[in-house]
């Protein structure tokens, strides 16, 4: 029974009129994850957070909490916490007010009420606030006052969508932090909606990769980051070049690609058979430049350097293929030569067990 | 320097010759209202309360005035609750056919007063309701409505649409949220459409006019009457008295004005 999935969703898609905003989302939260929901915009992220809440009727499929279907259960009665990004708090009551809100709805009792408020508004680090209406709060308290007010009934499952998406990068990364630390202290489910692949990959058990009204992949940080298994993954978790060509061969471990840059080989995502389309995808920091001839395992491409950013830590370059394609790489800065500057010719180089074969469609 | 001094004085002239001019009706009304003189002549020759201690004992006075105390009072109440209803039921909903039913709910403002009077009575009239309180109560209502879902909806604008979906969330179920957050949230507006029809039933002459009788008539309709027949400072008296009440009203409107900030409550049209 603890094993059970808190959430579970079988197929889950909406129309609106002839726009398809959900495709088919399957999903299973375990019970104390903290899973995001990641992509551009317009992928179809609120849309399945709304419906899960229960306020946007599914078109398709099935869901369940706790083993129980939500489908014929209101809203109110799903006591799912939800977060908006614009807080969505109740202007015309204190912040005290508005986390007792949902109590109140609950009946809890007078003193009760007014222990549980407190307790919570510590947790999010606004003990003294509560008199103090919404409007006299900056946007980094609004956020957690709405924290606090989803919190305070103890739901199952938290949903919060963007909820850092208005706030300055310093405040957002303080806030990530603490929502971290709130996850792992109170061993709450989340379902995080976020377009910024770092938030995902700081915060998440696992990442759903949101494209088209469809979950792409989903997988831990490292896996969707090492492993991409679409070229749509490998270019919006984390950064890639990418190079198209033909595979030639194809291994359990190894595929080789005819490219227009001569033969290159890489680690496949999926299975691939000779004759496939398919895109090599490399990291910036997988790639060197390199002054000696390559060993077996190396691809090499010859390039020209196009730019050279000084990063502080680092040098970024890109560089261009003959046929345009463009690498970009990262050099430590103790590596990258001092004189390295655009339209010089080099040597691209990068181990084919460091870079990922994927097919192209 | 001077030239823009002298353009400052102009404006302050004009302004002020503007206000006289708009004003001095009303301030000779109330003068000749305290008047000693059976006739209307200004200035009066003395000071006195008679012509209000006449509508006191006159007993058409009284009674109309009464009607239209009632009549407005009735008709705040049903327009507000109808008005806002409407408002509540319209808002953040951009579908063809309620878009045309908001644009109906809106027509007693561009249709000719006396073509409403007219189509209204010959209505009422088939009921047999010409003459009686709910006649006037509720064609006044159809002329308040528009005024309260004005004032209704622009409040219900100024509200975020997320904070329902948000109080569902939290377990309200949708009459508790519509109590608890929009309720007090639009209430300016209800006060100010709420006031607007009662100013607009109490000021209302022509379709009045249509539904009244000898026997039940609004004092606009009293006055009106009046004019034709021995006139004297009597009609003046009265006229003071919807003047204050008019006035007690707006002031009330711009309380609520005052307390809920300037961007809250807005004026229809
Ligand atoms: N109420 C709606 N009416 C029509 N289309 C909508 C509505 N809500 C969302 N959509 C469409 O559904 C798609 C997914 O939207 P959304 O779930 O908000 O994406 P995301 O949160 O990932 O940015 C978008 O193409 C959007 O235009
Ligand atoms: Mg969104």
């Given at each position: 029974m603890t094993d059970a999935p808190v959430l579970t969703l079988r197929g889950i898609g909406k129309d609106y009129g002839r726009t398809v905003a959900v495709d088919a989302v399957d999903l299973e939260l375990r019970r104390g994850e903290f899973v995001s929901f990641l992509?551009?915009?317009?992928?179809?992220k609120t849309t399945t957070l709304m419906m899960i809440a229960g306020l946007q009727t599914p078109s398709r499929g099935e869901m369940l909490l706790q083993g129980r279907d939500?489908?014929?259960?209101?809203p109110y009665r799903r006591n799912i916490g939800v977060v908006f990004q614009n807080y969505a708090?109740?202007?015309?009551?204190?912040v005290a007010a508005n986390v007792a809100f949902p109590l109140q709805m609950r009946r809890v009792g007078r003193t009760e009420m007014a222990r549980r408020v407190g307790e919570t508004l510590a947790l999010v680090?606004?003990?003294?606030?509560?008199?103090?209406?919404?409007?006299?709060?900056?946007g980094g308290q609004q956020q957690r006052v709405a924290l606090a007010r989803a919190l305070v009934y103890q739901p199952p499952l938290l949903l919060m969508d963007e909820?850092?998406?208005?706030?300055d990068k310093k405040l957002r990364e303080q806030l990530q932090l603490e929502i971290s630390r709130l996850h792992r202290e109170l061993g709450i489910t989340v379902l995080y909606v976020t377009h910024d692949q770092e938030e995902a990959l700081v915060m998440s058990d696992r990442i759903a990769v949101f494209n088209d009204g469809r979950i792409e992949q989903i997988g831990r940080p490292q896996e969707l980051y090492e492993h991409p298994a679409s070229r749509f993954v490998a270019g919006f978790v984390g950064e890639s070049s990418f190079i198209v060509g033909r595979v030639t061969s194809a291994a359990a471990n190894r595929v080789a690609i005819e490219t227009a840059h001569g033969m290159l080989c890489g680690h496949p995502a999926t299975s691939l058979a000779p004759g496939d389309a398919a895109v090599l995808a490399v990291r910036p920091e997988r790639v060197g430049i390199s002054e000696e001839a390559a060993g077996g395992d190396r691809n090499v491409v010859h390039a020209r350097l196009v730019e050279v950013i000084y990063l502080g830590q680092s040098r970024k370059f890109m560089a261009a293929l003959p046929n345009g394609e463009i690498i970009t790489g990262l050099l430590p800065i103790a590596l990258a030569?001092?004189?390295?500057?655009?339209g010089q010719t080099v040597d691209l180089t990068w181990r084919a067990s460091e870079c990922t074969i994927l097919p192209d469609h | 320097m001077n030239a823009g001094r002298l353009w400052r004085w102009l404006a302050y002239t004009v302004c002020g010759l503007v206000a006289i001019y708009l004003i001095a009706p009303m301030l000779i009304v109330v003068i000749i209202s305290?008047?000693?003189?059976?006739?209307?002549?200004?200035?009066?020759p003395g000071f006195s309360w008679r012509w209000y201690q006449n509508l006191v004992t006159t007993p058409a006075w009284r009674e109309s005035f009464t009607v239209s105390l009632e009549v407005m009072t009735l008709t705040a109440l049903l327009a507000t609750t109808l008005g806002t209803m409407a408002a509540v039921g319209l808002a953040g909903r951009r579908t063809r056919w309620l878009a045309g039913l908001r644009t109906l709910l809106m027509a007693p403002l561009v249709v000719p007063q006396i073509v409403s009077a007219a189509g209204i009575f010959l209505l009422l009239d088939a009921c047999g309701w010409v003459g009686t309180i709910r006649a006037l109560v509720t064609a006044h209502t159809v002329l308040a409505i528009p005024y309260v879902v004005a004032t209704v909806g622009a409040a219900l604008e100024t509200t975020d649409p997320g904070l329902v979906p948000a109080a569902l969330t939290l377990g309200a179920t949708p009459s508790v949220a519509f109590r608890r957050i929009t309720l007090p949230l639009i209430r300016p507006g209800i006060l100010s459409g709420l006031l607007f029809a009662a100013v607009l039933s109490f000021d209302e002459l022509i379709v009045s006019l249509f539904l009244s009788t000898p026997r039940t008539r609004t004092v606009t309709v009293q006055m009106w009457s009046n004019v034709?027949?021995?006139?004297?400072p009597a009609i003046t008296a009265i006229a003071s008295l919807i003047l204050l009440v008019s006035m007690l009203l707006l002031g009330a409107y711009s309380l609520i004005g005052r307390r809920r900030g300037a961007g809250s409550v807005v004026m229809p049209l």
């Open positions: 992509g551009p915009s317009g992928s179809g939500l489908g014929p259960v209101p708090l109740f202007p015309h009551l204190s680090g606004l003990p003294d606030h509560g008199a103090r209406l919404p409007a006299q709060l900056s909820p850092l998406g208005a706030l030569a001092d004189d390295l500057a655009p | 305290f008047s000693s003189s059976a006739l209307l002549t200004f200035p009066p034709f027949g021995d006139i004297d």
